[in-house]
């Protein structure tokens, strides 16, 4: 009795530590969750599902009721240091487009995404539209 226990408590630890493509897919339809770590292309991004975003790094947070947070520059200065900021904004999804809206240091910003490759733990994104409304 007490090895089927023991056994039964050493399986529960060995298979809650394993991680697969699979789990990813658990915490809902791309692009719940957070991205960061992006990587800038001729036209578009990639970025990588992480558990945080860090401190002063770019990155996103899609949340399931298509609310945003998109850290970004704090201001118009982008020498280094850079110093991020949170800006709320919404986003929606119809099948590989995304549309998102965001406040940014100087107004708003309006942008149409095309999803092209995605593996669950990253994103390719194309840039398809990009709007900037400056408050003035």
Same mark, same amino acid.
């Given at each position: 009795?007490?090895?089927?226990?023991?056994?039964f408590v050493?399986g529960?630890l060995l298979f809650?530590?394993?991680?697969?493509?699979e789990?990813?897919?658990?915490?809902?339809?791309?692009?719940?969750?957070?991205?960061?770590?992006?990587?800038y292309?001729?036209? !578009?991004?990639?970025?990588e599902r992480?558990?945080? @975003?860090?401190?002063?790094?770019? !990155?996103y947070?899609f949340?399931?009721?298509g609310?945003?947070?998109?850290r970004?520059?704090?201001s118009?200065c982008?020498?280094p240091?850079?110093?991020t900021?949170?800006?709320?904004?919404?986003?929606?999804?119809? !099948?590989?487009t995304?549309?998102l809206?965001?406040?940014?240091?100087?107004?708003?910003?309006?942008?149409?995404?095309?999803?092209t490759?995605?593996s669950?733990?990253?994103?390719?994104?194309?840039?398809?539209?990009?709007?900037w409304? @400056?408050?003035?």
């Open positions: 009795m007490k090895m089927t226990v023991l056994t050493f529960l809650s530590c394993i991680q697969s493509d789990m990813a897919s658990d915490l809902g339809p791309l692009p719940l969750g957070i991205w960061s770590n992006i990587e292309l001729s036209n !578009g991004f990639t970025m992480v558990t945080q @975003l860090k401190e002063n790094n770019y !990155g947070l949340l399931s009721n609310k945003l947070v998109h970004a520059n704090s118009w982008g020498t240091p850079i110093i900021k949170d800006y709320e904004g919404t986003w929606e999804r119809n !099948g590989d995304i549309t809206r965001s406040q940014f240091w100087g107004g708003v910003n309006l942008q149409e995404w095309r999803l490759e995605s669950g733990k990253s994103l390719l994104v194309e840039i398809v539209h990009s709007e409304d @400056l408050d003035e």
